[in-house]
T-cell receptor, first 116, second 115 residues
Framework: KAGVTQTPRYLIKTRGQQVTLSCSPI?????VSWYQQTPGQGLQFLFE???????NKGNFPGRFSGRQFSNSRSEMNVSTLELGDSALYLC???????????????FGPGTRLTVT | GNSVTQMEGPVTLSEEAFLTINCTYT??????LFWYVQYPGEGLQLLLK?????DKGSNKGFEATYRKETTSFHLEKGSVQVSDSAVYFC??????????????FGSGTRLSIRP
């Protein structure tokens, strides 16, 4: 099975712009989660989608949004970029089904976003 | 509240040395416990897991035992290699929840192995 893929791998944007990142989960995985990783804050949960519905959202401003398509692919969008948004954005998929499943997360390689 | 505490890095060892990375947790109920590894330029990979007390997870020579009495899940390897240089994350998943929002990651421990 192919792993989780994320595009693009690297991105440079300027303050005020908006950006869309894409994630394709492992085939058959219906849960997709997004994380922000920075040296100072570590790994922080952004949001999770399951069957096209946002199931949970972390403590991030409304500039961060996402969606999931019927094929489980997911996108996240950040509007009005700030310097502090520079980070590695990781997508992870999980084989969990409803309340069952192993809760393991399978991560993609990430998108390195630099805001200048 | 629920939390994961890892030993601070960086940890620097010589090749073939014994490795221990400490991880303790605070959680309600009986969480599942995980170790993830992140190699340079990559995302996190699941290294091993344990879903109940006294379970031992193992993979690639690494081991960790779920100790409920000490709320710990320390990562060990008998003989490290240069290729083990990476950042290691301890994590827990709160019991009774299927959501990824209930996964709590530690801050990560950077491991460097000298040839």
């Amino acid at each position: 099975k192919a792993g989780v893929t994320q595009t693009p791998r690297y991105l440079i944007k300027t303050r005020g712009q908006q950006v869309t990142l894409s994630c394709s989960p492992i085939s058959g995985h219906r849960s997709v989660s997004w994380y922000q990783q920075t040296p100072g804050q570590g790994l922080q949960f952004l949001f999770e989608y399951f069957s096209e519905t946002q199931r949970n959202k972390g403590n991030f401003p409304g500039r961060f949004s996402g969606r999931q398509f019927s094929n489980s692919r997911s996108e996240m969008n950040v509007s009005t970029l700030e310097l502090g948004d520079s980070a590695l954005y990781l997508c992870a998929s999980s084989p969990q089904e409803g309340d069952r499943g192993t809760h393991e997360q399978y991560f993609g390689p990430g998108t390195r976003l630099t805001v200048t | 509240g629920n939390s994961v505490t890892q030993m601070e890095g960086p940890v620097t060892l010589s090749e073939e040395a014994f490795l221990t990375i400490n991880c303790t947790y605070t959680a309600t109920g009986y969480p599942s416990l995980f170790w993830y590894v992140q190699y340079p330029g990559e995302g996190l990979q699941l290294l091993l897991k344990a879903t109940k007390a006294d379970d031992k997870g193992s993979n690639k020579g690494f081991e960790a035992t779920y100790r409920k009495e000490t709320t710990s899940f320390h990562l060990e390897k008998g003989s490290v290699q240069v290729s083990d240089s990476a950042v290691y994350f301890c994590a827990l998943h709160l019991s009774g929840y299927s959501s990824a929002s209930k996964i709590i990651f530690g801050s990560g421990t950077r491991l460097s192995i000298r040839p």
